[in-house]
């Protein structure tokens, strides 16, 4: 158990035997719980509970001043301000007549003594477990209500976004009556990843795998919330600390998409084929349509086209013509396999079919935001714009996270309308200002358009939340280059570039400029 994570909660022993009390005080302390009251009458208890002491727990004695404590706890429980207080019984009565009584008026868990600290233990945890799952029932049963409600478009997302932060109050409350287990810690994380809170969720994912190491749901779900702010290097970094011997097929495929924006072609294809041998084996029959095979195969694809354009070697160019084939056979209505496919074609210098591939991407139907996307995508290298304004309307209207997908949306528009793409860029900021890749899309926009204060603004505060990032670094140092008037720019460059190759030594780019800048200081 990790004793470094504290719990607040605040526990009230109520028990008329000092020895008892003592005991159970030291059994709770030794778990990891301080915030603890004695007391050896009921009247003492009944002041602590209604005082608004913030009391959490109640571990009560069922046999003390005659067996008083059944009528005290449904007394207590009629104040409907106490009625979420948790209690546990300690009792000597093995009569299940006296256990389902006490369960009946509101008892969470009934402990028979002797009480050993396992046994106490497990009973918390089980009150904690009770807590997670009423959270996500209650969490699952309003967002019923109001897919089932006819309300309008921005009601219904401030309605999710309500539910969403009442969820997440429940299971910070799981959280605090015991922390030192992984389950509140991941559903805590699925819940901040959900409303965009990103750095509260990877907080919360990497104390799940700091608690269980060989978590693999924990280990993909801090991938999947990295991705989102296109932390390669630490996705890495965290996939490899996991071991791919133990991978699935997902963190085979987090890890390709990892290395193959990072550059590294040859790990990259071979994680994902790696994935593929894994999502393949044991399937005895073809169940088609399969997106996550079609997704992998595709991924796969890019990986051979960014090796073909490495090498110049067309042999790299058919396999991953092949790959994006297959990925449009297990998933026909994949839009961004069908382009990826359109590209491959042309680059091959086969036009008929690359025209024969464009027309069945018009007969797709795109059933998700993501495919909204990347039909916008298609609109907008063919200079269709209002095609493509309205694909990228749609995907914010399907949107399960209107914050990424803005992101989206402006990176889909920064080569065609960058007014457009900052504009959708700063409304993602709206919904979470602690972004710091959309903040790094954004300096990286305001660079072009020669706003270079605005720029400098942008990557310094994508850097206070993400100094880990050597991207951001590399992108800050073309700002203080083109800063002229500055006389501390050249240094504050090189600074950041000498950062970006600690935190990736085999950045060849940073290395030639820096070895450039270095030269002409001496000169």
């Not at 002797?114 to 497990?122: G, M, Q, S, V």
């Not at 799940?208 to 630490?234: F, G, M, N, P, Y």
């Not at 991978?247 to 924006?261: N, R």
């Not at 044991?282 to 992998?296: S, Y």
Request: with cysteine; aromatic share 6%.
């Amino acid at each position: 158990m990790t004793k470094a994570i504290e719990s607040t909660l605040k526990i009230l022993l109520v028990d008329d035997d000092k020895a008892l009390l003592k005991q159970m005080h030291t059994m709770l302390k030794n778990i990891g719980y301080h915030n603890i009251v004695e007391v050896t009458r009921l009247a003492q208890a009944e002041e602590h509970i209604t005082s608004r002491s913030s009391v959490g727990l109640v571990i009560i004695d069922w046999e003390m001043e005659a067996g008083g404590a059944s009528d005290f706890i449904s007394s207590i429980f009629e104040e409907e301000a106490i009625i979420s207080l948790d209690v546990i019984m300690a009792t000597r009565s093995k009569e299940q007549e006296t256990i389902l009584g006490a369960i009946k008026i509101g008892v969470k868990q009934c402990l028979l003594r002797p009480i050993l600290p396992k046994t106490i233990e497990d009973s918390l945890i089980r009150i904690m477990k009770d807590k997670c799952e009423k959270a996500k029932e209650r969490l699952q049963n309003s967002l019923e209500e109001i897919n089932q409600s006819s309300l309008g478009e921005e009601e219904e997302q401030r309605k999710q976004k309500g539910v969403y932060h009442a969820a997440l109050h429940g299971i910070k409350e799981a959280l605090n009556f015991f922390p030192w287990s992984a389950v509140p810690h991941y559903e805590a994380g699925l819940l901040y990843d959900k409303i965009g809170s990103l750095n509260n969720a990877v907080d919360c994912f990497e104390r799940v795998l700091s608690l269980e190491s060989k978590d693999v749901d924990a280990c993909i779900a801090l991938a999947s919330t990295l991705r989102k702010r296109k932390q390669w290097t630490r996705i890495i970094k965290v996939l490899l600390g996991f071991s791919v011997g133990k991978s699935s097929a997902v963190i085979l495929e987090h890890l390709g998409e990892a290395y193959l924006m990072t550059g590294e072609t040859n790990k990259a294809i071979k994680a994902f084929n790696d994935a593929i041998l894994f999502e393949s084996y044991g399937k005895k029959t073809e169940v088609l349509p399969d997106r996550h095979l079609a997704k992998t195969h595709e991924s796969l694809g890019k990986a051979y086209q960014e090796k073909s354009d490495e090498t110049h070697d067309k042999n790299w160019q058919n396999r991953a013509i092949k790959s994006f084939e297959t990925s449009v056979h297990y998933d026909p209505v994949l839009i961004s396999a069908h382009l990826n496919l359109v590209s491959a074609y042309k680059k091959n210098g086969d036009h008929e079919k690359a025209a024969e591939a464009l027309s069945k991407v018009a007969k797709v139907t795109p059933n998700s935001s993501e495919d909204w996307i990347s039909l916008g995508r298609l609109y907008l290298i063919q200079d269709e714009e209002p095609k493509a304004l309205f694909a990228l309307k749609r995907a914010l209207e399907m949107s399960e996270n209107r914050q990424q997908t803005l992101f989206e949306i402006g990176d889909a528009l920064v080569n065609f309308d960058p007014e457009k793409a900052i504009s959708a860029l700063k409304n993602s900021l709206k919904i979470d200002s602690e972004q710091p890749h959309v903040l790094n899309k954004l300096g990286i926009l305001y660079r072009k358009k020669g706003m270079i204060k605005e720029a400098l603004e942008s990557y310094l505060q994508a850097i206070n939340l993400d100094d880990k990032d050597e991207a951001i670094h590399y992108n800050l140092v073309g700002v203080y280059l083109a800063n002229k008037e500055d006389e501390n720019s050249r240094k504050e460059a090189i600074s950041h570039l000498k950062t970006a190759i600690e935190l990736k030594p085999d950045f060849s780019e940073a290395k030639k400029l820096l070895s450039q800048l270095e030269k002409e200081v001496k000169g």
